[in-house]
């Protein structure tokens, strides 16, 4: 059975930090790259950041460049966003994704799995 387990979601102030995680089980880790969405209620999904796990490329929104990163740990199929001095325009539902690994591109233009989501409040 594929997963993929969303953790780490919290309320924290303005300036705070949080780092989220996404556990990957029932596919091969290497044959995709994750993408990290978030989404507001009203608004549409956007892609936050995507990396591939293989060669560890990495892509940022503009919005979240220099404050997050994203990581992997290939040994226990994790991804992980660091997200340091947040904002209250983060605050959202987030996602991880993976989709299927391609060298053209970091960010897949289409997922075959997705998790539950993690809710993020950054208060002002």
């Known amino acids: 059975e594929v997963q993929l387990v969303e953790s780490g979601g919290d309320l924290v102030r303005t300036g705070g930090s949080l780092r989220l995680s996404c556990v990957a089980s029932?596919?091969?880790?290497?044959?995709?790259?994750i993408g990290w969405f978030r989404q507001v209620p009203g608004k549409e999904r956007e892609v936050v950041s995507c990396?591939?796990?293989?060669?560890?490329?990495?892509f940022y929104r503009d919005s979240v460049e220099g404050r997050f990163t994203i990581s992997t740990d290939n040994a226990k199929n994790t991804v992980f966003l660091q997200m340091n001095s947040l904002e209250p325009e983060d605050t959202a539902v987030y996602y991880c994704?993976?989709?299927?690994?391609?060298?053209?591109?970091?960010?897949?233009?289409?997922?075959?799995?997705w998790g539950q989501g993690t809710q993020v409040t950054v208060s002002s």
């Open positions: 994704a993976a989709g299927p690994y391609s060298d053209a591109v970091i960010c897949p233009p289409a997922y075959d799995y």
């Open positions: 029932g596919f091969t880790f290497d044959d995709y790259a």
């Open positions: 990396i591939s796990p293989s060669d560890g490329f990495a």
